[in-house]
């Protein structure tokens, strides 16, 4: 059997009683660990198992799934997956090779920032699609979606934006000399995923998320440090949120009143903050 | 403390290693019965915890909050979930108003059907804002989420439906005579909402739900008896989903060929599904 665990977001005792279960009877145990992080490492989650875990990279995951699936019909495996494991693609395809070989699949759910971002006081049937915002480089700074974003605009619904990570990279230079040296981990914070949004804005210019827009800032949600910061994107762009792992909404124009009064306890400035809501959102 | 507590999708052991903790250390614990269900009981629970559980009704989380929450400024108390805490308006209301009491709340996360819809084949991302569709009665029969399907539609975007829950409901008479006798329980099954989804096209000829549309239906996500049937909604309004819970998805037009490729596993009819695809879908 595979078993496909969610950890969910905090630590080693986020994970569910059925999942910790799973990985204890497992004879092999991986490690998802390039599309989100734990508060806590490897080692940590080994002490608490009892058990070896291997870290799955990107490349392990894409391009040598073999390995991990190997006598999955025969013996239990555990691929363990930071949030829900349906939160990324990667892990679907990963589901879908299993079931090519006939591997019984077993996926063990648990929070994710896709429903966990409730806490930050907006209703979850109240979001529109979610968008991921990468990284600016120097020569690429794709703006596509801006469009998405707008299509929620359009309705008044919320935007969760998930913030680009970067795990294992490797900079142009060791990758044409074939050096496997990889550059320090990157993760996205609200500051600058809010400054690409409003660089993009000041390009396209169709008053989406503009200065005074309001979005909620939200880092580590669902751990003992969360943090949770609303207010105007000009306001956001210098708010520290602190280390990893960070994601943004965009507040839609359909705010509910309950809504805004549970995220108002989250207000950078209450009085601006109130004074936007009366003037764009609730009505 | 008051330890608002999410307990997943299944049984009780989707219950996370935190909230587990948090609710053996308990001196009260409550659980709310009206939004949704696990397939274990209270009794069960309390076996699992080795402590008592009082179930709180609608009528004692909305009107008597005060009761849950007397003390929690001193001893602990754990008001359990099904799936995640910020799944239902309202639990943010007893979030408020413990805030206003001045007692600290710990949100302990799950995973809810809002992220463990995935399951389904399709990407959370690409779904747009969540409907609820209510039992029609003979003289009520409201068609406003049609209107949310639409604007999700629109952008080709999934829509997940959620379907009504009545539990502890009154009869017209015996509410009038004041008895406090309850109906039994009724959960909406996938094709009770598929007719009345037809039942709306039929009225307003929008072409958003037709028969030949595209959806999966979806019952006990999560647990080890979930069952998962695609096909157009003509096809699933007889396809027999078993007990509670269901629920829905609308397929949206921007269904990517990977999305579509996992969904065709769980096609009542796959010939049919892939002409569908091709012609109305993935582009």
Chains 1, 2 share one sequence.
């Not at 496909?4 to 991986?30: F, N, P, Q």
């Not at 971002?117 to 209703?123: P, S, V």
């Not at 050096?179 to 409003?198: D, F, G, H, K, S």
């Amino acid at each position: 059997m595979l078993y496909v665990v969610g950890l969910g977001l905090g630590d080693e005792k986020d994970i569910t009683v059925a999942g910790l279960e799973a990985v204890k009877g497992s004879e092999r145990i991986y490690l998802e660990a390039y599309t989100s992080i734990l508060t806590v490492g490897k080692e940590k989650l080994e002490e608490y198992y009892g058990k070896d875990v291997v870290i799955a990279d990107r490349e392990m995951v894409e391009s040598d799934s073999d390995t991990i699936l190997a006598n999955a019909d025969k013996v239990d495996v555990s691929f363990l997956v930071v949030g829900d494991p349906y939160g990324a693609t990667t892990h679907t395809d990963l589901v879908i090779r299993a079931r090519e070989m006939n591997i019984p699949v077993k996926v063990i759910h648990n929070a994710s920032i896709m429903n966990a971002i409730g806490a930050c006081g907006l209703q979850l049937y109240n979001f529109g699609q979610t968008i991921s915002i990468v990284f600016f480089t120097e020569t690429w700074r794709p703006d596509s979606f801006y469009d998405r974003v707008k299509e929620n605009h359009q309705f008044g619904l919320h935007t969760l934006c998930l913030l680009d990570i970067k795990v294992k990279e490797q900079s142009i230079e060791n990758m044409a000399r074939g050096r496997l040296i990889y550059e320090p981990p990157r993760y996205m914070t609200v500051n600058q995923a809010v400054e690409q949004l409003l660089e993009i804005e000041e390009k396209r210019g169709e008053g989406i998320c503009k200065p005074d827009s309001l979005a909620i800032g939200c880092a580590r949600i669902g751990t003992d440090t969360q943090k949770i910061v609303a207010g105007t994107l000009e306001e956001l762009v210098d708010v520290d949120f602190g280390g990893p792992l960070h994601s943004l909404v965009l507040i839609g124009s359909r705010m509910h009143e309950m809504e805004a009064e549970f995220v108002k306890e989250y207000a950078f400035n209450a009085e601006t903050f109130n004074t936007i809501v009366k003037r764009d959102y609730v009505h």
